[in-house]
């Protein structure tokens, strides 16, 4: 989990340390007067920590702290002045983060422990850890309050169930009884987990993490049997489930996410919607492998054609209607002509409307939303190269016509090909995958970027998929959630047949049918695209 920063064993050698070695010299010599030991070594690095900011191996007397949170090149600061702390706060924050685990968790984990006691003792550790970190040292708050939002990961908050509230309870509102952090910053995910789990259960849980925070930092015996108290407060029976409960792929996230990144975001001095676009930016850029080009004359004028039609149905059948006037005839609005005599008496020209006229006008359109998700699976090759074309089409199109669209490419990760309200300078290829196991990931990000879940827009999901999926059933509930939302989902089947000793599962079946879909069988790539731009067509008509 994202929250483990501390781990037994031997880390692999990370490569890029000898740029670093400097960081890496300097901070450990600081080391000692942050956690009080001599024997400990610190290394700076990029992809340090496995897949945490900071980490550190109790086996090895090491902290690890990863190289991309601090700055892209080494020579942004000297490490060695005391000034420079200023410069890279976040960097600092893990290795403090790193010192207090180095200092206070000095427990291990007792052989045969159960890995979701395991887990919930770590989670609890964080806050503790932490906390007896300021006490001794109150400066360090700073850098420790500064870094909880690199700490903290959205996908802490997957779904709205127990567990996940729980969690986020213990990495986030413990450290405000820890003196890390003030209530008035996690307002909002106090109110998402206490609807979530009930004020009783929250406040039982409270006293399990306050227990934590008294323990001492050897008692591991203590640290387990709070975690155990957990688990019985959440529902959950350790001796039964021994395995950490995991998110059901089948779920969109929900009010513990939205409260999350609320949090999150104005942590980092965003809006919920730019940390969001960033966050997807970073876990789902293209390869850089993946070819680009300049485009055609004719995917140009492919994209000019498109515009056209969206607009034309938009404004296909004017109606009745009224629109402000300067000059007669007709209505008379008396505020707004008192609003444009003021106006001119006062030296201004009059931007006040004071007739209301009667006109045909177009109708209101709600603008269109349309994320289409590309099968990247080695049987879809014919269509990685069309479909590319498709997304600069599609991106270019929309911008002219009052529509956003995004291409989303799924395989063995989730690639934003085209990101909205964007308009890329070039064609960028994608590339086959060997499997299509990030299909609900991909529904997911669709979701994120468009608000496909809101009614105030017309919505619409494609996929271009052979229905070969890794997770079907998983799929289809977020198929169905969609639909129950009122975004349509148009299904596009290649009518290729599977290649020849091609291995199948119980659950693959190949052409499989989602339900509560409009599935379309098509013969070629060009096709595909055709049926996409009709449907989009035909909805703005109808809307």
């Not at 903290?152 to 952090?181: C, E, Y």
């Not at 996690?186 to 004020?199: E, F, I, M, Q, S």
């Not at 997770?471 to 020849?500: N, Y």
């Amino acid at each position: 989990m994202s929250h483990t920063h501390l781990r037994p064993g031997t880390p692999p050698t990370r490569p890029g340390a000898n740029d670093w070695q400097a960081w890496s010299q300097a901070w450990t010599q600081h080391v000692p007067l942050l956690t009080g030991r001599t024997d400990l070594t610190v290394l700076v690095a990029p992809g340090a920590a496995g897949d945490a900011p900071e980490c550190f191996y109790p086996d090895l007397n090491r902290i690890e702290v990863d190289a991309t949170y601090i700055a892209e090149r080494p020579d942004i600061t000297d490490p060695t002045k005391a000034r420079h702390k200023r410069l890279v706060p976040t960097g600092y924050g893990l290795l403090v983060h790193g010192a207090a685990h180095a200092a206070h968790s000095r427990w291990t984990t007792p052989p045969g422990t159960p890995p979701i006691l395991a887990d919930v003792a770590a989670m609890l550790e964080e806050s503790r850890a932490e906390g007896r970190q300021r006490t001794r040292r109150r400066g360090d708050r700073r850098w420790l309050r500064h870094v909880v939002k690199t700490l903290l990961d959205p996908d802490d908050a997957a779904v709205d169930d127990p567990w996940h509230a729980g969690q986020l309870a213990a990495l986030l509102l413990a450290r405000v009884d820890a003196r890390i952090v003030t209530s008035k910053d996690v307002r909002p995910v106090r109110a998402a987990v206490t609807g979530l789990l009930g004020r009783k259960r929250l406040r039982h849980l409270r006293d399990i993490w306050r227990e934590a925070h008294t323990c001492d930092d050897t008692d591991a015996d203590t640290m387990i049997t709070l975690a155990r108290r957990w688990c019985q407060v959440l529902g959950i029976d350790p001796d039964h489930q021994h395995a950490t409960p995991v998110p059901d792929a089948g779920q969109f996230p929900g009010r513990l996410a939205a409260a999350l990144v609320d949090y999150l975001a104005e942590a980092s001095g965003l809006t919920p919607t730019e940390y969001t676009a960033a966050q997807l930016a970073h876990r789902h850029s293209p390869p850089s492998e993946w070819a680009r080009r300049d485009p055609t004359e004719q995917e140009r004028h492919a994209a000019r054609d498109l515009a056209n039609r969206l607009q034309q149905a938009r404004t296909r059948h004017p109606e009745p209607g009224r629109r402000p006037s300067t000059i007669p005839p007709g209505r008379l609005r008396t505020r707004h002509a008192i609003t444009a005599d003021a106006q001119t008496a006062a030296g201004q020209l009059p931007t006040a409307a004071p007739w209301q006229q009667r006109t045909h006008l177009p109708p209101e359109k709600p603008r269109l939303h349309l994320a289409i998700l590309v099968d990247l699976s080695g049987s879809m090759g014919r269509y990685t190269e069309p479909m590319s074309s498709a997304a600069w089409i599609f991106a270019h199109a929309a911008r002219r016509a009052h529509a956003v669209t995004t291409t989303i490419g799924f395989g063995d990760r989730t690639t934003i090909l085209v990101p909205p309200r964007t308009t890329p300078t070039q064609v960028l290829h994608m590339r086959t995958d060997v499997a299509t196991a990030t299909f609900p990931e991909a529904v997911k990000v669709a979701d994120q970027l468009l608000d496909l879940r809101n009614g105030r827009t017309l919505r619409m999901l494609a996929v271009v998929s052979d229905g070969y999926l890794d997770d079907i059933p998983a799929g289809q509930r977020l198929v169905t959630t969609l639909h129950r939302a009122g975004c349509a989902v148009l299904w596009l089947h290649p009518a290729d047949p599977p290649t020849p000793g091609q291995p199948t599962e119980p659950d693959q079946r190949w052409g499989h049918t989602f339900t509560h879909t409009t599935t379309l069988t098509v013969t070629d790539p060009v096709h595909a695209i055709t049926a996409i731009t009709d449907a989009a067509v035909t909805a703005l008509e109808q809307a």
